[in-house]
């Protein structure tokens, strides 16, 4: 607990170049982390096809909602990096909905 008190009055005198460090890193490591969960199917998938067993003789359920999972992750990992940057980065979302009202009052 103390070394948690010590480190929030460190992290409070940190400049504003050494802050911003600590947001990119903060955001790197969040994107690194959900590019690994959501392409943990997928390298299951892959695994489990190099070791023998995807059949295309036999038909099991667990090949098909492996697959099933690892395409629908690759689709939620793009989503989800959009969102990550959209609530991490105010000026991706200042830009972002300063595009969305432009958008709005030019298309007629």
């Known amino acids: 607990m103390f070394q948690l008190r010590e480190f929030n ?3 409070l005198l940190l400049t504003t170049v050494e802050a ?3 947001a990119v890193t903060k955001r790197l ?3 690194v982390v959900v590019f690994g969960v959501c392409f943990s199917f997928e ?3 892959r695994l489990m096809s190099f070791a023998g067993y995807f059949d295309p003789r036999t ?3 667990y090949e098909y909602t492996i697959s099933y999972l690892a395409d629908i992750f690759y689709v939620l990992n793009s989503a989800v ?3 990550i940057y959209f609530f991490m980065v105010q000026k991706f979302r200042s830009q972002f909905l300063k595009l969305i009202k432009c958008s709005d009052c ?3």
């Open 9 to 11: 009055k460190t992290r």
């Open 20 to 22: 911003a460090d600590v």
């Open 29 to 31: 490591l969040c994107v």
């Open 43 to 45: 390298f299951v998938r």
């Open 59 to 61: 038909h099991h359920s």
């Open 81 to 83: 990096n959009f969102i």
């Open 106 to 108: 030019c298309i007629r």
